[in-house]
C-alpha cells in the first residue's frame, strides 16, 4: 500500500529570512555642538533685528507725541490770547532719580498768566498741561536742533527757570519753544526775527553727568516748525543731516 503525503492546495509562499536590524547611529557632539552655535547665531541675529526695530518705534512714537505738543501749545496760544511755551527738561542732575529719568526726555506746555492789571506780560508762567516723557532711550537733541535751524533759517529754542510738576519744589532749568498770542512760533531771542523752529530726537544713550546723549546708529527723526505752526516731518536721518 502507499502511502501519500497530504498537500495543501495553496502552499505558503516561501520569503527569504529578514535581515537582522541596523542601529541607527545618534548625532556625534560635534555636530550636536554645531547645531547649537548655529541656533545661537539666529537668535543673535533676531535679537538685534528685534531692538532695531524697538528703537524705531521709540523715536516714531517721540515723534507723534512731541508733534502733538507743539499743536497743544499752539491752540493754548493763540485760543488764549497770552504766550505759551514748551518746555524740555535740562536740568542735568543726575544725583536726584527725578532729574536723571527727565533729562531731555520730559516735555509740557507752559502758558504766561496775567498780572494784578490783567496784562499777559509779567503774569509769570504756569504749567498748563499734562507732562510728557518720551520712551526710554529717545532724547532732544539740542546740539542737532540748533544746527538744522540755523541751515534752514529758523528760530532757535531758549532757556528759562520753572517749578515742575513733580516731588521737588526747586525751579528746574528748561529748554524752551514759544508761540506768540497770535499762535506764532517766534525765535527766543527776538521774537520779530527768524519765525519757526526744529525739533530733532535722537535714539541713543547717556553716560553718567554727560550733557549731551551719544546717538546710536544714526537713528534721529524731526521735524520743521512753521511761521504759522504747521509743522514739516523729515523723511530720513540722511535728510536732516543734509538740511539746508
Known sequence: MRIRTPVRANPLPEFPPLPPPRRRAGFTLVEIMAVMMVIAILLSVAA?????????????????????????????????????????????NDAEVEDRERYLSYMCVAVEGTNQAGEAQGGGWKVDTRATKLPTGVYFSIEESERVAAAIGVGKP????????????????????????????????????????????????RPRDEEEPTILKNNKVGFVVWRNGRTSIFRSPEQIDRAQ
Open 48 to 92: 538685534v533685528g528685534i531692538q532695531s526695530i524697538d528703537r524705531g518705534q521709540a523715536t516714531t512714537t517721540a515723534l507723534s507725541v512731541t508733534e502733538a505738543l507743539f499743536d497743544e501749545a499752539r491752540s493754548a496760544a493763540a485760543g488764549r490770547g497770552t504766550r505759551a511755551r514748551i518746555l524740555i527738561h535740562k536740568e542735568l
Open 158 to 205: 531758549g532757556t528759562m527757570s520753572i517749578k515742575l510738576p513733580g516731588k521737588s519744589d526747586a525751579l528746574k532749568e528748561c529748554y524752551y519753544f514759544e508761540f506768540n498770542p497770535e499762535g506764532v512760533c517766534v525765535d527766543s531771542e527776538n521774537a520779530a526775527l527768524d519765525p519757526g523752529a526744529v525739533v530733532v530726537l535722537i535714539s541713543g544713550a
